[in-house]
């Protein structure tokens, strides 16, 4: 039985010898360095990440074998090759009933890692926008969520929206570098709370 819920066709859902590749801390902080901020040689994400280039030339090319870097084309030497994330979108599903040991692990460090990146990057946000960024990109930004009481189908629904939405409206946008843009990250996130009750249905209360 496979429980992962089919994603879009624009979307790269990562099968097993994908989630091994890139499950590595050093990988996908790389990977995330690339994505945020850019293309980068492997002594700039050194510099990032505390590490020799040595260190990260490897790990960049590991990436680029599994299709989720590439070099950039025209630019650098064959001494100091610039790297870039691969454009699409990527999904790594909760590891279902069907995963190995090994997927759940690899699944579980990917996901952590990108939520710990996230709420770094919102805390340098608010800790930092007023004094380094100017009213205008103050006034283009937004800090949003909401809390409502929904099924599993009516979040599945929110969720292919949202998928859609970005296939519109963001990915006509990667790996554009248009005068005066900078990085900017949007996050969404809808999932269900934990620790919270759910609604009782008419046949008893289910989780």
């Not at 994603?7 to 010898?17: I, T």
């Not at 283009?140 to 949202?162: F, K, Y």
């Amino acid at each position: 039985m496979n429980d992962r819920t089919p994603v879009a066709d624009h979307v790269r859902q990562l099968d097993a010898d994908a989630l091994k590749g890139l499950a590595h801390p050093l990988r996908v902080e790389i990977f995330d360095i690339l994505a945020v901020y850019g293309p980068h040689t492997a002594s700039g994400v050194a510099e990032r990440v505390g590490e020799s280039s040595g260190v990260t030339s490897y790990h960049l090319r590991q990436l680029a074998k599994h299709g989720f870097v590439r070099e950039v084309e025209g630019r650098g030497t064959a001494r100091e090759r610039w790297w870039e994330r691969t454009p699409g979108a990527i999904s790594v599903a909760p590891a279902g009933e069907d995963a190995s040991a090994a997927e759940r692990a690899a699944s579980s460090t990917l996901m952590r890692h990108w939520e710990q990146s996230r709420s770094r990057l919102l805390g340098d946000f608010i800790a930092r926008a007023e004094t380094d960024l100017s009213q205008r990109w103050m006034l283009a930004s937004s800090i949003s969520w909401a809390n409502v009481r929904m099924t599993a189908e009516q979040l599945e629904t929110l969720s292919r929206a949202w998928e859609a939405f970005t296939a519109e409206h963001l990915d006509p946008l990667r790996g554009r570098e248009e005068p005066g843009s900078r990085p900017v990250q949007i996050q969404f996130n809808a999932f269900p709370v934990i620790d919270g009750e759910p609604t009782p249905t008419t046949e008893g209360s289910a989780r």
